[in-house]
């Protein structure tokens, strides 16, 4: 099977089990299934989904999670799957970015290594991505849930 068709079974069994929750949970979402930097993205959107993030994503995590396990027992391998739920992922995306510049002009200018907050390994990525595309280094550091980037000067 293709990766293209293999995201795509991915997705697809992804939004069978997200139809499955939204039935049980009594609310009401449109799914939306996508293709990204070759991860299958499932996004539920509407109004009132607030209960399926939780606070700083916490929910949303852990139902990304479920979902995964969801798609590995249904096909047999192991899914990178990305879920959004109410575009709280690409609202926080655009944050992170905007932090990770404000930390990546700041190291630049003063030469020193700086240390963000804890994050979530969706927000590492986006910070580290977004360090290695300015040419500086990162690295994560601590032990979850209080794991953070550490922006360094090029060596």
Known sequence: MSKAKRLEREGDVAADY???????????????????????????????????????????????????????????ERSRLMLDVGAYRARRRAEVSDL??????????????????AMSPFERKVVHDAVAEAGLQSSSEGEEPRRYVVVMPPV
């Open 100 to 117: 990770a510049k404000r930390v990546i002009e700041a190291v630049r200018t003063s030469g020193e290594s700086e240390s963000l907050g």
């Open 18 to 76: 997200l139809e499955g929750l939204l039935d049980i949970a009594d609310l009401d979402g449109d799914i939306d299934m996508d293709v990204e930097s070759d991860r299958a993205v499932v996004s539920v959107l509407g109004d009132d989904l607030d209960v399926l993030v939780g606070e700083n994503g916490e929910v949303l995590e852990a139902l990304q999670e479920l979902t995964r396990l969801a798609v590995v027992r249904e096909t047999g």
